[in-house]
Structure formats: structure tokens, C-alpha cells
């Protein structure tokens, strides 16, 4: 929509969970968590197309997607592994990185600016 609230436009029209939402820097495209395979992946759309794409394909949950600064890159929670950690992938959804390792729950990945 935009900053007025005006010309609202639905992306997705599942009937499964789609949280989590998050904006390429360069507006273009949108990252987001879906149960829409069974368990929540992490999946990719283009704003003005309706094709989603899968990036991930975890047995267990991979959530909280977040666009690097240059849009090559998107940050993620999973509990692939167990318990949830913060890993990166390709925004394509290749080459998935474990960043943390710990006992403790890991969430919310963010990128810094610089």
C-alpha cells in the first residue's frame, strides 16, 4: 500500500500461514516464512508478479527472512539443527551458512548498514 494507506494490494492468497515479511532493498521483491509446504520456509515473490519461490527446505522451521543491504544475501532463524540459529543463504536460496552455534534460541537476524 502506500505511506497514505491507500491502494492496498493482497501478494499472497494461500490458505496457509505466510508471516514475516520482508523488503528487498531494492523494493522489488519480498521475502517471507509460509506453512504452505507443511512447515514454515522461508520463500521469495517479486511485488508485481504473483510466481513464489521456495529458497528453503529445512525439516524443521526456517523463519524471520532479512534482506542483506546489498540484496545478494537474506538472513534467517531455523531449527534445522535443533534449536533455533541464525544462518544466511544466497537470496536464491543456495549456499545456507550456520552463523551461530549455542544452546540458547536464536532469532530475529538483522544486517547492519555498513
Do not use: C
Not at 85 to 102: F, P, Q, S, W
Amino acid at each position: 500500500m502506500k505511506a497514505d494507506g491507500t491502494d492496498v494490494t493482497r501478494l499472497t492468497n494461500h490458505n496457509a500461514e505466510d508471516y514475516y515479511p520482508s523488503w528487498s532493498p531494492d523494493g522489488n521483491r519480498i521475502a517471507f516464512s509460509s506453512k504452505r509446504d507443511g512447515n514454515f520456509e522461508i520463500y521469495a515473490m517479486k511485488v508485481d508478479r504473483p510466481h513464489i519461490t521456495r529458497l528453503t527446505h529445512s525439516p524443521d522451521v526456517d523463519q524471520d527472512p532479512t534482506w542483506a543491504p546489498s540484496g545478494n544475501r537474506i538472513a534467517f532463524s531455523s531449527k534445522r539443527d535443533g534449536n533455533f540459529e541464525i544462518y544466511v543463504m544466497k537470496a536464491d536460496g543456495t549456499d545456507v551458512t550456520r552463523l551461530t552455534n549455542h544452546n540458547a534460541e536464536d532469532y530475529y537476524p538483522s544486517w547492519s548498514p555498513f
